[in-house]
Each structure stands twice: as C-alpha cells, then as structure tokens.
C-alpha cells in the first residue's frame, strides 16, 4: 500500500512539473515556436498571384487590324491603332487592303473614349485623302462612317470633333454621293452648323470648308 501510494505521488509530481513547463514555454519558447508552427500550418492561404503582363502590341499592320477586330480591351485596341498610324505613316496602301478600312470602321463606331476615336479619324482621313477616286469613301459611307462622324461632331473632345471634321472633308473630297448622304441621311448639317457658331478656331474654318463643298456640289 505504501508502494503504490509512492507511486502515485510520483505521478503527480511528475504532472505538475510538466504543466508548470508547459507554462513556462508559452512565454520565450511560444513566442518562437508558436508562430513557426503556425506559419507551417497546411491550412494557410497562399500568396495571391501577380496579374499576368499585358499582350504585346502587334508590330504589323494585319496583327494591329486582327486585335482591333477582335475582343481585346480598350487600351489594347487603342495601342494598335498609335501603332497602325506609326506602320502607315508613309503609305497606306496595306490598310486599305480587303476590308481593313472597315474594321477601322466598326472599331470607330465601338470606340468610347476621346483619344481612340481621334486616332482612328486621322487613320480613315489618311486612308479617305490618299485614294484616287471616291470608291473608298464610299465604301467607308455604306460601313456607316458617315452616323459614327455626325455624331462624333457633337463630342465635347474639340480634338475629336476637329478629327471627324477633316475625315468628313476628305471623304465628300472625292464623293459626291458621299456629300450627298451627308446631308440627307446622316442628318450632319444641323452638327456641322453648331460647330461652325460655337467651337474654338481652328475648327469653325475647318467646318466652313467642309460646308462650302456641300454647298458647291
């Protein structure tokens, strides 16, 4: 009986020393074991990943067309026009391949924001003021160029509205049904006259130009 009494005052003993350990680690030995068990938990989130690094701009002219064509953001998009516009500085006679000019177009009339659609305006005037007769713009016309510009005179941006008055200008240049649909179906009179009384020079000037070769047709 002594014994297992002993015995059983050892055990005790030997519990309390172990609690009184137990405690003692949670102050110097928790602090650097606790959180190195805890930084290894399994169950941790992982770091989020970086975003992925934009495409590269197409270094050709059919690549720059293609993403204007295709789903691309907008900053994308806007990108391959700079690029088409720096690709055609010299000639255009690529982008007026097929129906390149009318994906510039359809991108023209998608496009929501200012610089975009001014830098696809002086991409068509190129196009519209290189071609020898009036087959383009009127291609560019039936594509729906002429509601896309009407509306884009009304733009709060002058420059875009100055963009859309000089692509309207070298269309009705060489098009005489061009000039006609102007008037008649796109209903661009009553824009052009608003610009003509309330915008800032150069573009009232650029506006009388255009009106004048309405009037002389």
Request: hydrophobic share 50%.
């Amino acid at each position: 009986a002594a014994d297992a009494s002993d015995a059983a005052a050892a055990v005790a003993a030997a519990d309390a020393a172990d609690a009184a350990e137990a405690k003692k680690q949670g102050g110097f030995f928790g602090k650097m074991f606790g959180k190195k068990k805890e930084k290894e938990r399994p169950n941790a989130t992982p770091p989020a990943a970086a975003p992925p690094a934009p495409a590269p701009v197409p270094t050709t002219v059919d690549g720059c067309v293609q993403l204007l064509a295709g789903s691309g953001d907008a900053a994308q998009k806007r990108q391959a026009a700079e690029k088409l516009r720096e690709l055609c500085a010299s000639s255009t006679a690529e982008l007026a391949e097929g129906d390149r000019p009318l994906v510039l177009v359809e991108a023209l009339g998608g496009a929501a924001d200012p610089p975009m659609q001014a830098t696809l305006c002086m991409l068509l005037a190129q196009l519209a003021g290189g071609a020898a007769d009036g087959a383009l713009a009127g291609r560019l016309a039936d594509g729906g160029a002429l509601f896309y510009l009407a509306s884009l005179l009304a733009s709060p941006s002058a420059e875009v509205a100055q963009e859309a008055t000089l692509l309207l200008t070298a269309m009705c240049a060489t098009s005489e049904a061009v000039r006609t649909q102007l008037v008649d179906v796109a209903n661009g009179l009553p824009p052009l006259l608003a610009l003509l009384s309330n915008a800032s020079p150069p573009l009232p000037s650029l506006v009388l130009a255009l009106l004048d070769s309405l009037v002389a047709a």
